[in-house]
């Protein structure tokens, strides 16, 4: 199975700045990323798919990037409301689909 | 619109077992990836369990040979048969569409519609 690593396991940040959380893949997984947000109590939501396309309905202050086994998904400008855990998935090698451990954005 | 209602989800023995369901509306479970994932307390996601459209299954180790994933085309609901359950079976089951698609010779697989989750406690 293809193991996903995020790194880090949690940040904190302010409204307005800009954030990366990178995600690193086992093995080569071409473009076969994707990134939700999940917050307290609900399911995860869809916000980019194949490492950079934004979902319907994403505000376009996220962005993802990569290609092999490095992605990164950045914020460029921090709301209020962005403050969730964050998970990529890959889904180069399936079954499983696999999921990194996630990445929690704290309110500094 | 699309919806996805679980339901089943509740406290079980260890050794026990419990069906979950999933009710859909605005998507057809027969023509659609429809997949489980979980997700422990205070933990992440974690693959479960997925019914193509073709029929064809496929499972988790954690989870093969104890679970098993159907569908029912006259009620649109996709099922989670769960035997033998175990302490660490304890969690959120989610059903979502698993979206695939191929683009410029890349085939990609997402999750684009979640329901909001049954919980499960395995516990003496």
């Known amino acids: 199975d293809i193991q996903m690593t995020q790194s880090p396991s949690s940040l904190s940040a302010s409204v307005g700045d800009r954030v990366t959380i990178t995600c690193r893949a086992s093995?080569?997984?071409?473009?076969?990323l994707n990134w939700y947000q999940q917050k307290p109590g609900k399911p995860p939501k869809l916000l980019i798919f194949?490492?950079?396309s934004l979902h319907s309905g994403v505000p376009s202050r996220f962005s993802g990037s990569g290609y092999g086994t490095d992605f990164t998904l950045t914020i460029s400008n921090v709301h209020a409301e962005d403050f969730a855990t964050y998970y990529c998935?890959?889904?180069?090698?399936?079954?499983?689909?696999?999921f990194g451990q996630g990445t929690r954005l704290e309110i500094k | 619109e699309v919806q996805l209602v679980e339901s089943g989800g509740g406290l079980v023995q260890p050794g026990g077992s419990l069906r979950l369901s999933c009710a859909a509306s605005?998507?057809?479970?027969?023509?659609?990836?429809m997949t489980w994932v979980r997700q422990g307390p205070g933990k992440g996601l974690e693959w479960v369990s997925v019914?193509?459209?073709?029929?064809?299954?496929y499972a988790a180790d954690s989870v093969k040979g104890r679970f098993t994933i159907s569908r029912d085309y006259s009620s649109n609901t996709l099922y989670l048969q769960m035997n033998s359950l175990r302490a660490e079976d304890t969690a959120v089951y989610y059903c979502?569409?698993?979206?695939?698609?191929?683009?410029?010779?890349?085939?990609?697989?997402?999750?684009?519609?979640w329901g909001q989750g049954t919980l499960i406690t395995v516990s003496s």
């Open positions: 019914i193509h459209n073709d029929g064809r299954t």
């Open positions: 998935q890959q889904s180069y090698s399936t079954p499983p689909l696999t």
């Open positions: 979502a569409r698993e979206l695939c698609y191929d683009s410029n010779a890349n085939y990609n697989c997402y999750f684009d519609y």
């Open positions: 093995q080569s997984i071409n473009m076969n």
């Open positions: 605005g998507l057809s479970v027969e023509s659609n990836y």
């Open positions: 194949s490492s950079s």
